[in-house]
């Protein structure tokens, strides 16, 4: 499959996924703990394939300060900060997913709990920070990939259909 | 298969990063008071505003004082679909004003580099 194809569909089921995953209400505890933990394995996968990007720009990071991709790095490392702050307190503070494998974690600080929620906050406003750096691409791709075949198959439909015609012999 | 090794490196410096961020979060719960008055005093902590005191006239009935954070922990749809609407009227808003922001600093006069040379 062509990669900015994988790359836009990874990155729907993620934007999808982090949309549910901000709105506990919408799925009650339980189930915003275990979308939360697919979000993680998500999350590495989107990692995973942009990996070759951010290792070379974190070589090359003091090379040249001032550029979009540097701005990107930092709002991507933030993000991942971010993120891995809501993770960390999110399992700290679990109740549904931590009993499913028998853990019971006790005494754990109220702190967690606002780190948790700060933390989740803080992913969402990087999370649109760093959706409007890739705005482009996501145009340009989501008009390749949905818009543009959606347009063909109806001008396909509108296209009048070829039938035989019977040629007689004189 | 013969991107197998070099996925699993990948993997293991991703891990790596993620356990060195979380040794900074739980090093700054356990050794510094930067979260404790939020913690405690209610900042941001939206779950606990509303709830009854534990004593006196206003206190939950007897075997009906919910867990911490438990009043958010049934679904509801009504409720859900603010969140939602919320977080993307937020996303909305960062994203409307950063590429704005973008589009107006591309209109801006790029620096002319072809400067003739004084004779």
Known sequence: MNPNKTNLIVDIILFTAYLIVSSPALTG?????????AL???ILIHLLLHWQWL???????????FHTSRLNWLINFLFF??????TVSGILISKDVLA????????VPRTWEFLHRQTADLSVLLLGIHIALHWKWILHNLHRYTVLPLKNLFKRQLRPAVQPV???EK | MKNLPKILMTFAAIAGIFALI?????????NTQWFDAGAEGGFGNRERRGIPQETGSAAFPEGFRPERGEHHEEASITRGLGQVLGNLIKLTIIIGVIVLLQYGFSRLPRRRTNIPATP
């Open chain 1, 29 to 37: 505890n339980t189930l915003h703990e275990w979308i939360s933990l």
């Open chain 1, 40 to 42: 993680i394995a998500t």
């Open chain 1, 55 to 65: 290792v070379k720009i974190t070589l090359e990071f003091f090379k040249k300060m």
């Open chain 1, 81 to 86: 900060t971010a993120f891995t702050g809501a």
């Open chain 1, 100 to 107: 499913f494998f028998g853990i019971q974690l006790t005494n």
């Open chain 1, 166 to 168: 019977q040629v007689r």
């Open chain 2, 22 to 30: 979380t040794f900074g979060f739980v090093w700054a719960v356990d």
